[in-house]
């Protein structure tokens, strides 16, 4: 009588097996990401409504809202809460196009005589990336500095933001610091252009050559204006530093840094 083996497993059947296996894993650990991921952004706009609301009562109390938070606000085991802004701005409505222009152009102005244009290179010296807002004629706007930025009206918010978060140099000694501040002060124009009642897009300034005979357009000065508080707190996950929620004076939480 001949004797039976026991049929094995060919060396298909076992690599089958191995990437059944493999595929399994990465489902269940991309699932499980994806649950804590979703537990941490909700972790995040939670602590960030307690920092609202903290941050109302504090208004209420001094008429100012404060510039740090508490420990128990500022952390917990998921993220960490800061509050990158504060302070009291004017508010503008119903501005006619050359005085929307020309909030445009002094909120500019303003961020480069605070010093958001600056930034240390990497020998650790201080460069004028962005050095002034220039209007010389209605239709358009130069932000200029070590790169000369012309914006033709109509100009929309969008469009700088794209620009200041896209923006790169190949000036491998100044990169960090050049991309690192375009960024934010686009983001900071912009940012405070929508606060103080700009609209989008921009679609006058005026002419620095007009008077009220030779048909240019003229300068407007801004109306007058509401002074509000205002604030801007943001969320960071511990984990994932991909996570990031705000929250501001209108109780909004959305996505993103401030």
């Known amino acids: 009588m001949k004797q039976r083996w026991a049929r094995g497993f060919t060396m298909a059947e076992l690599l089958i097996v191995v990437v059944v296996i493999a595929i399994?894993?990465?489902?269940?650990?991309?699932?499980?990401?994806?649950?804590?991921?979703?537990?941490?952004?909700?972790s995040a706009?939670?602590?960030?409504?307690?920092?609202?609301?903290?941050?109302?009562?504090?208004?209420?109390d001094t008429t100012t809202f404060p510039t740090t938070l508490s420990a128990e606000l500022a952390t917990n085991?998921?993220?960490?809460?800061?509050?990158?802004?504060?302070?009291?701005?004017?508010?503008?409505?119903?501005?006619n196009p050359v005085?929307?222009?020309?909030?445009?152009?002094?909120i500019c102005q303003r961020l480069i005589d605070n010093g958001v244009g600056k930034a240390q290179?990497?020998?650790?010296?201080?460069?004028?990336?962005?050095?002034?807002?220039?209007?010389?004629?209605?239709?358009?706007?130069?932000?200029?500095?070590?790169?000369?930025?012309?914006?033709?009206?109509?100009?929309?918010?969008?469009q700088l933001r794209d620009y200041g978060n896209s923006f790169t140099t190949n000036v491998t000694y100044?990169?960090?610091?050049?991309?690192?501040?375009?960024?934010?002060?686009?983001?900071?124009?912009?940012?405070?252009?929508?606060?103080?009642?700009g609209t989008s897009p921009?679609?006058?300034?005026?002419?620095?050559?007009?008077?009220?005979?030779n048909g240019g357009v003229m300068p407007q000065a801004l109306p007058a204006g509401t002074a509000r508080n205002f604030y801007c707190a943001e969320a960071r996950s511990i984990k994932y530093t991909d996570i990031i929620w705000?929250?501001?004076?209108?109780?909004?939480?959305?996505?993103?840094?401030?």
Request: glycine share 8%; charged share 15%.
């Open 24 to 42: 399994l894993a990465t489902v269940t650990v991309v699932a499980y990401n994806g649950i804590t991921r979703a537990a941490v952004v909700s």
């Open 45 to 60: 706009k939670a602590h960030l409504k307690d920092v609202a609301a903290e941050m109302r009562l504090k208004i209420s």
């Open 77 to 95: 085991a998921n993220v960490t809460v800061q509050i990158k802004s504060t302070g009291v701005e004017m508010r503008y409505s119903s501005l």
């Open 99 to 106: 005085q929307n222009g020309t909030l445009f152009s002094d």
């Open 121 to 158: 290179d990497q020998g650790g010296n201080v460069q004028d990336y962005i050095t002034g807002c220039g209007n010389w004629n209605y239709n358009k706007v130069q932000i200029g500095g070590w790169e000369n930025k012309i914006w033709n009206t109509p100009v929309s918010i969008q």
């Open 174 to 197: 100044h990169k960090a610091a050049h991309e690192a501040t375009v960024k934010k002060f686009y983001n900071d124009l912009t940012d405070t252009f929508v606060r103080q009642g």
């Open 202 to 213: 921009v679609t006058s300034f005026w002419d620095y050559w007009a008077d009220s005979g």
């Open 246 to 258: 705000h929250v501001t004076e209108t109780n909004a939480i959305a996505i993103g840094p401030c």
